[in-house]
Nanobody
């Protein structure tokens, strides 16, 4: 059974930064692609970034250049460094293991407001 626990969210002013972290447990291996998604109030969940099984990174156009996804296989964590935050980045952020499409954590709320 796979479990995902996100942390690091909070209230931040526009232009600020946060570092989100996801601790994964269970049958997760270094070859598993992992991703971050987000869901803004009243909107559908959207993909943000992926750390692929080959170690490359892919980003949604809306966050490219501002967000950085990284992974620590030894700790089984995947982080999301988010910089130059905008009000439209306000959302609950979720990490995700691509191989387990039905598994989601509780998410961590990021609120960008002055």
């Amino acid at each position: 059974q796979v479990q995902l626990v996100e942390s690091g969210g909070g209230l931040v002013q526009p232009g600020g930064s946060l570092r989100l972290s996801c601790a994964a447990s269970g049958s997760i291996f270094s070859f598993d692609a992992m991703a971050w998604y987000r869901q803004a109030p009243g909107k559908e969940r959207e993909w943000v970034a992926t750390f692929t099984s080959g170690g490359s990174t892919i980003y949604a156009d809306s966050v490219k250049g501002r967000f950085t996804i990284s992974r620590d296989n030894a700790k089984n964590t995947v982080d999301l460094q988010i910089n130059s935050l905008k009000p439209e980045d306000t959302a609950v952020y979720y990490c995700h293991v691509v191989r387990y499409p039905a598994v989601w954590g509780q998410g961590t709320l990021v609120t960008v407001s002055s």
